[in-house]
C-alpha cells in the first residue's frame, strides 16, 4: 500500500500527516489521531485536515493541512499561518 507521510516538530509537538490509498488522509500530533479525511481529489489548493496544536487549549496555533491531490499527492502542513514543512501546493 503506497503511504506518503510529511512532518515537523512545532513548540515540540511532534506533527506528521500521513496519506494512504486505503485510509485517506491522517493529521497526527504528538501521536495521538486529531483529524482525518477519506477524500480522493482535490484539484485545486485544499485545506484537507486541521487542529489545534495543543488539544487541551483550543485557542491555541492552528495547525492545518492543504493538499491537492489528482494523480499524485502533495501536501503543505501551515501552523498559525506560517508553513512549517510538506510540499509547494
Known sequence: MPVKEWGAVVKGRKIRVVNTWTRGTTLYIDGEC???????????????LSAP???EDPESDLVQVFVKAVFSVKAS??????????DTV
Open 34 to 48: 486529531r483529524d482525518r479525511n477519506t477524500g480522493w481529489f482535490a484539484p485545486t489548493r485544499t485545506l484537507w
Open 53 to 55: 496544536l495543543a488539544k
Open 77 to 86: 502542513i501551515v501552523v498559525a499561518g506560517e508553513p512549517v514543512a510538506g
